[in-house]
């Protein structure tokens, strides 16, 4: 199946990516796609499949005077979340991951957090708080704080955020990629951090806002 034959199969199966709007249209007609990036040689429809985590598309859009341009957006394949942010607590401290990301290639200090999977978001809470972290904690003593979208100008992605108290520091385990360290910060020192530029993380600023 071709980048726009994927591309035609989402739309009938996730309408919700989909929604037309006055703002910016969505252009959904299969043969128009195909005119459009042969003419201008600009890749259309589901450009990156990451399956099953998420779908990189070159949307089709309409413009002023029906001008045809692409804008390209994240989806993921969970329709009511993508994922969960976990804010490890113990005591009056809060536990900050020391984990090396690929995109922007730099050291960041993050929340535990994962991509949705096939279980209720708070047994996801607790499965990444495990991994992450080493810390177990049952998925009903977890507390729900809310929802963040990080990047709305990017991603379609929801994430859903927990409060996980934890008794004892844990340490996180062998092999967890990128991980290299767990810190437990007050208040105090965590906002001193995120004014002074060292935590920038948006799950990690909207999960502890």
């Known amino acids: ?17 989909f929604v037309q ?6 252009c959904l007609d299969e043969g128009t796609l195909r005119a459009f990036s042969a ?14 985590y998420y779908l990189v598309l070159a949307d089709l859009c309409v413009g002023a005077g029906g001008r045809l341009y692409t804008y390209a957006r994240v989806v993921y394949s969970n329709s009511n ?15 900050l991951l020391s984990i090396y990301r690929h995109p922007p290639r730099v050291e960041s200090f ?8 096939d279980m209720t978001p708070a ?18 003593s977890l507390i729900y704080l809310g929802d ?3 990047d709305t100008g990017l991603s379609a992605g929801r994430v859903q955020i927990f409060l996980a108290q934890i008794e004892a520091a844990a340490i996180p385990p062998e092999g ?16 001193e951090k995120i004014a002074a530029g060292i935590i920038t993380d948006g799950f990690t600023l909207a999960a502890f806002a």
Do not use: C
């Open 81 to 95: 979340s993508n994922g969960v942010v976990v804010i490890p607590q113990m005591g009056s401290r809060f536990g």
């Open 39 to 52: 003419a201008s040689g600009k890749p259309v429809g589901v450009v990156y499949d990451n399956s099953p």
């Open 21 to 26: 709007s006055p703002h910016i249209p969505l």
């Open 176 to 191: 967890s990629v990128g991980i290299h360290g767990l810190s437990w910060m007050a208040e105090g020192d965590l906002r």
């Open 123 to 140: 047994q996801n809470a607790a499965r990444e708080l495990w991994e992450e972290t080493g810390a177990r904690v049952h998925q009903d």
């Open 148 to 150: 963040v979208r990080a």
């Open 1 to 17: 199946m071709d980048s726009i034959s994927q591309y035609m199969d989402l739309v009938q199966r996730r309408p919700d990516l």
């Open 110 to 117: 993050e929340f535990p957090r994962g991509f949705a999977e």
